[in-house]
């Protein structure tokens, strides 16, 4: 679509970009709750502006080169229905920057909420994370996250995908970390190296089948592989109860994303006493668990 010519400030676009998006009916959740924040991060990153400050270029006029990038990204946000992160190819936690591509999942793990305090009140002393492991890792942002969190530890990162490591790797360069951060490719613990973590997250694949089925375009985009729990949606997360006692100290945790999944988990371990974290946005959809707990419960 072309634009109309009218459009000539940075207020005009950003209204006609909210106006389109909430016409097309966008599905959000990568990054911007509505068409506002979404449209406003796009114009912002467009025109290469500070993210944060939009009122004082509100009424500034937008060339003729700034007018076709601008209606290129918003046709193809529009039109194809590609998530605002894979247009700009960044994605951010807190005040982290990612680099995302359609190779990886676009960051928006609620573990990634949790990982500021240092876990706080469940690890009392941070300097006692010596080694952390972070399995199913797509683009790294959740080790990067436990590399700044917990800066005694040294961190493996797991993922069955080589292309997602490859992401991960451009990342873990970016933030300095490759001294730091191990990248290992395996599906969950098949090809981890034998020792004992102090604390291991993931946030595996939790999707279930029927959700899969009616999931909106913008999540079509991102691998299926990285989504698709299996018909409960709880396919990785039996696989790493089974299998990280093997891998953990004996104080460890094991803390683990499992989407809108608590009743089916707590019905298939009944034995297991699940402690659910709350997160600035988010009840239930993140479990910890101590090692003998899950030793005890399964």
């Not at 709750?33 to 006029?61: M, Q, S, V």
């Not at 399995?135 to 790294?140: A, K, M, R």
């Not at 020792?195 to 909106?216: G, Q």
């Not at 006493?273 to 419960?297: K, N, Q």
């Amino acid at each position: 679509m072309n634009p109309p010519p009218e459009l000539e400030t940075l207020r005009d676009w950003l209204r006609y970009a909210v106006s389109r998006f909430n016409h097309a009916h966008l599905a959000f959740g990568h990054g911007s709750a509505d068409a506002y924040d979404e449209a406003a991060y796009l114009l912002l990153h467009t025109l290469h502006l500070p993210l944060d400050r939009l009122d004082p270029f509100l009424d500034a006029r937008i060339t003729a080169g700034e007018r076709s990038e601008i209606a290129a990204l918003l046709n193809r946000r529009v039109d194809e229905r590609v998530p605002a992160a894979y247009l700009t190819r960044e994605a951010w936690l807190g005040s982290f920057r990612f680099y995302v591509d359609e190779r990886v999942l676009i960051p928006r793990s609620f573990i990634a909420e949790l990982l500021p305090d240092g876990l706080d009140p469940y690890v009392c002393d941070r300097s006692k994370i010596k080694s952390a492991l972070d399995l199913c890792t797509g683009s790294g942002c959740l080790a990067v996250l436990l590399a700044h969190a917990f800066e005694e530890a040294d961190i493996d990162a797991v993922d069955v995908s080589a292309d997602a490591l490859a992401v991960a790797q451009r990342n873990v360069s970016d933030y300095g970390l490759a001294g730091r951060i191990n990248l290992i490719r395996s599906d969950l613990f098949d090809n981890v190296p034998q020792k004992s973590y102090d604390l291991v997250i993931s946030n595996p694949p939790y999707v279930t089948t029927v959700a899969m089925e009616e999931l909106p375009r913008e999540y079509r985009h991102e691998p299926a592989g990285a989504l698709a729990g299996g018909d409960d949606g709880l396919d990785a997360v039996r696989r790493i109860l089974r299998k990280a006692p093997h891998f953990m100290q004996d104080e460890a945790l094991l803390i683990v994303e499992i989407g809108h999944n608590r009743e089916a988990l707590e019905a298939a371990f009944p034995r297991m006493p699940f402690v659910w974290l709350t997160t600035p946005s988010s009840e239930e959809t993140v479990f910890l668990l101590r090692r003998e707990e899950i030793v005890a419960g399964r």
